[in-house]
């Protein structure tokens, strides 16, 4: 017992002050990545209720095809296949040297982004076209503008009729920031405790701290989530 107490000292002779820094680097990753994944999976959805074939047909490919393929196989294909390409559009547009790319961390946190806000769309189109018309259209009677019926009116419902999805989306974005540990050093709790494990030879005890802090993260994000919903549906009978 006394040599595993060691093995999470703080300093150089531990690993306590390393899992402290990857729990918060892994809540980093995970709130980044949902905050992108978020405002894609609006603008998307957005897309996906427009008049316009157009945009409901970029939308609709968009969904379809991350949907279809392996989240890490779409996440390896963002990382290293279109940040590359960009890279490269970049530099022979004469805007960056030939000595640009892209930073590692911000590219892997918008491939995780990129591969969430599909399942997003699907989650905030249905709390959009969840939300009442009678209420829009009371608010367009008493002179609200567009903005102010989206803020006021609409976003409030479309959380209140989405927040099991989005809830669900949070726990598997928490997850998923584990697969970045494949794109690089970032110090996440997986990495950390596959570090920790492979140091020390006790796999066992690291992998089974990393799976704590994961269900910790998780325990944690159900009561945020329990709150909001209770705030959400103040009012409601």
Excluded at 12 to 22: S, T
Excluded at 79 to 96: D, I, Q, R, T
Excluded at 132 to 139: L, Q, R, T, V, W
Excluded at 197 to 213: D, M, N
Aim: proline share 3%; aromatic share 14%.
């Amino acid at each position: 017992m006394a040599e595993f107490l060691n093995y999470m000292a703080w300093g150089p002779k531990g690993w306590g002050d390393e899992f402290f820094f990857a729990f918060f680097m892994t809540l980093k990753i995970s709130l980044i990545a949902y905050g992108a994944s978020f405002a894609m999976g609006l603008l998307f959805a957005m897309f996906k209720l427009s008049n316009s074939r157009f945009l409901r047909g970029i939308a609709g490919t968009y969904t379809t095809v991350v949907r279809a393929l392996p989240e890490m196989l779409m996440i390896l294909l963002v990382y290293f296949a279109v940040a590359g390409m960009a890279e490269k559009m970049l530099v022979s547009a004469g805007l960056v040297g030939s000595e640009f790319q892209f930073s590692p961390f911000w590219t892997a946190v918008f491939a995780l982004a990129f591969v969430s806000g599909a399942f997003m769309t699907e989650v905030i189109r249905a709390g959009l076209l969840a939300v009442p018309k009678g209420g829009i259209e009371a608010a367009w009677a008493i002179g609200m503008s567009g903005p102010q019926i989206f803020r006021r009116v609409v976003m409030p419902q479309m959380m209140r009729h989405s927040l099991s999805g989005l809830g669900n989306l949070w726990l598997g974005i928490t997850k998923d920031s584990a697969i970045v540990s494949i794109l690089g050093a970032f110090g996440e709790l997986l990495q950390t405790g596959y570090r920790a494990a492979a140091a020390t030879k006790e796999y066992g005890y690291f992998y089974g701290l990393t799976a704590l802090l994961f269900l910790l993260i998780t325990i944690l994000s159900l009561a945020v989530l329990h709150w909001m919903e209770k705030r959400l549906n103040r009012g409601l009978l």
